[in-house]
């Protein structure tokens, strides 16, 4: 069973710095893309970017470029999402999905939820 | 970046009813068109891909059409489990985009 299991919720203060991790199973996890998708607080997706997990080779949408860094851990068959100099605009649910060639995110980790309060 | 307008942003309907979502992209994007089904509290479900490909254990009562700029989801009989948001995404181009969605309330 193909499975993306996301680490737990967070809470941060501003300026602070988050690392949410994304673990694969059931499936060859590097020859597949994780991709990640952000969901503010009763708002839409957004697509962040994504990273192909045999070899690192990363896309991000100019609206993330910069603020975050997508990396892959194959030995432990985990992606990592880390969000720098986090703000309260920032609070948010993360997902991180796997991209079938192309036929879509056909699975989707469960979610983390992110708060940036002080 | 090509942008997705989806149209309409909600709407309500009744059980049984016919109902058509919209999604234009700012450009062509061949048939590059994914369609996602998202309810409160959980992560996005594939429904259908490369625009009118129904993803195996979806209901045939989903279906997709349109390739180039325009693209629609159809449910052709409202259950009362298809109260959820509906979100297009194209994968043409980098950045890859959502539409801004479409909640599909009870009437």
């Known amino acids: 069973e193909v499975q993306l299991v996301q680490s737990g919720a967070e809470v941060k203060k501003p300026g602070e710095s988050l690392k949410i991790s994304c673990k694969g199973s059931?499936?060859?996890?590097?020859?597949?893309?994780i991709g990640w998708v952000r969901q503010m607080p009763g708002k839409g997706l957004e697509w962040m970017g994504i990273i192909y997990a045999g070899d690192s080779d990363t896309r991000y949408s100019p609206s993330f470029q910069g603020q975050v860094t997508m990396s892959v851990d194959k030995s432990i068959s985990t992606a990592f999402l880390q969000c720098r100099s986090l703000k309260a605009s920032d609070s948010a649910i993360y997902y991180c999905a796997k991209w079938h060639d192309s036929s879509g995110f056909d699975y989707w980790g469960q979610g983390t939820l992110v708060t940036v309060s002080s | 970046d090509i942008q997705m307008t989806q149209s309409p942003s909600s709407l309500s309907a009744s059980v049984g009813d016919r109902v058509t979502i919209t999604c234009r992209a700012s450009?062509?994007?061949?048939?590059?068109l994914v369609w996602y089904q998202q309810k409160p509290g959980k992560a996005p479900k594939r429904l259908i891909y490369?625009?009118?490909t129904l993803q195996s254990g979806v209901p045939s009562r989903f279906s997709g059409s349109g390739s180039g700029t325009e693209f629609t989801l159809t449910i052709s009989s409202l259950q009362p489990e298809d109260f959820a948001t509906y979100y297009c995404q194209q994968h043409n181009s980098y950045p890859w985009t959502f539409g801004q969605g479409t909640k599909v309330e009870i009437k």
């Open positions: 490369a625009a009118s």
């Open positions: 450009q062509g994007i061949r048939n590059d």
């Open positions: 059931g499936y060859s996890f590097t020859n597949y893309w």
